[in-house]
C-alpha cells in the first residue's frame, strides 16, 4: 500500500501565530516535523499542506508543499485536499506542531491501514496532571484494539476509586492517552469531511468522533513514546530542552 504522510500547517494560530515557521534549536518547527516523517520506513512520500504562501515559500526547500483553500475548518479537511488530487491509497495526517513524534509510531499507524479504514494511536497515561486534564484526550478500546470511545474526561469512570488520590486511580486501570496522529484509507477520508459534524464531535471538540458515530472502525495502535505538541511559545523551551537531552548535549 503507498501511503502519503501530509502535514497540515497553517500560519494563523490564536496561541501562537507563525508557529510552523517558529525556530527549535535553530531549525523551524516544520523542518523537524518533516525530518521525523522522513525517517518512517511505510512513507512513500511526505507533504507539508498549507494556504500560507509564507510557509509554502519557506518549506519548499526542504519538501514538497501542496497549497491547500484558506477555509478549511481543520487539519482532516486540508489532507482530504491533498488526498483528492494526489494518487495515493492511503494517507497518515500527522501533526505539523509534534516535533518529536516516533518515526515507529507513524509506521504503526500507516501498517494498521493494511487491515482497517483507519487507525491512530495512544500511549499509557503515566502522569497526574494527563490524567486530570481536558487537554489530554483519552481513548478506551475494545479487545480488539479498535476504539470504543474518545473523550476530554479520564476515561473509564472508576467507581470502586473515585474517592483515591490520583496515584492510586491512575494505577488502577491502564489509562491510555490519544495521540494525534490519523490514518485513512484515501476513500474513507474523502467520505468523512462530507459528512456533517456529528453530535459527539461537537460537544467534545473532537473530530474522530464523527467517524464513531458514522460506523468507522478506528483501530489504535498501543505504543510507548510519547510526542508532544508545541501549542504555546513557551513549549519551544520544553522541547529544545528535551532535544538536548536525546542527544546527549
Known amino acids: 500500500m503507498q501511503v502519503l504522510g501530509v502535514l ?3 500560519y494563523a494560530s490564536t496561541r501562537f501565530p507563525g508557529k510552523p515557521l517558529a ?3 535553530g531549525k523551524s ?4 516535523v518533516v525530518e521525523r516523517c ?15 504562501v509564507r510557509i509554502r515559500d519557506h518549506a519548499s526547500a526542504f519538501c514538497r508543499v501542496e497549497m491547500t483553500r484558506g477555509d478549511h475548518p481543520s487539519g482532516t479537511d486540508r ?10 491509497e492511503a494517507v497518515v495526517n500527522i501533526q505539523g506542531d509534534e516535533p518529536l513524534m516516533d518515526p515507529a509510531t507513524i509506521d504503526r ?3 494498521a491501514l493494511e487491515r482497517c479504514e483507519m487507525s491512530t494511536a495512544a500511549v499509557p497515561i503515566r502522569s497526574e496532571g494527563d490524567y486530570a486534564s481536558p487537554h489530554v484526550v483519552k481513548v478506551v478500546v475494545d479487545r480488539f484494539g479498535r476504539a470504543l470511545y474518545f473523550s476530554r474526561r479520564t476515561i473509564p469512570y472508576l467507581r470502586d476509586a473515585d474517592s483515591r488520590p490520583q496515584g492510586e486511580q491512575l494505577a488502577a486501570f491502564p489509562f491510555l492517552k490519544h495521540l494525534g496522529i490519523y490514518g485513512y484509507r484515501r476513500a474513507t477520508l474523502l467520505d468523512l469531511v462530507r459528512w456533517p459534524v456529528s453530535s459527539l464531535e461537537a460537544a467534545e471538540k473532537l473530530e474522530q468522533l464523527r467517524a464513531l458515530e458514522h460506523g468507522l472502525n478506528i483501530e489504535v495502535v498501543r505504543v510507548e513514546q510519547d510526542s508532544i505538541g508545541v501549542d504555546v511559545p513557551e513549549d519551544v523551551v520544553r522541547v529544545e530542552r528535551l532535544l538536548a537531552q536525546s542527544s546527549g548535549v
Open 109 to 111: 499507524v500507516a501498517e
Open 8 to 10: 497540515p500547517a497553517r
Open 29 to 32: 518547527l516544520i523542518q523537524r
Open 38 to 52: 522522513r525517517l518512517s520506513r511505510r512513507l512513500a512520500d511526505v507533504v507539508v499542506a498549507t494556504d500560507d
Open 23 to 25: 525556530l527549535i534549536a
Open 79 to 88: 489532507a482530504a485536499e491533498v488526498a483528492s488530487r494526489l494518487d495515493y
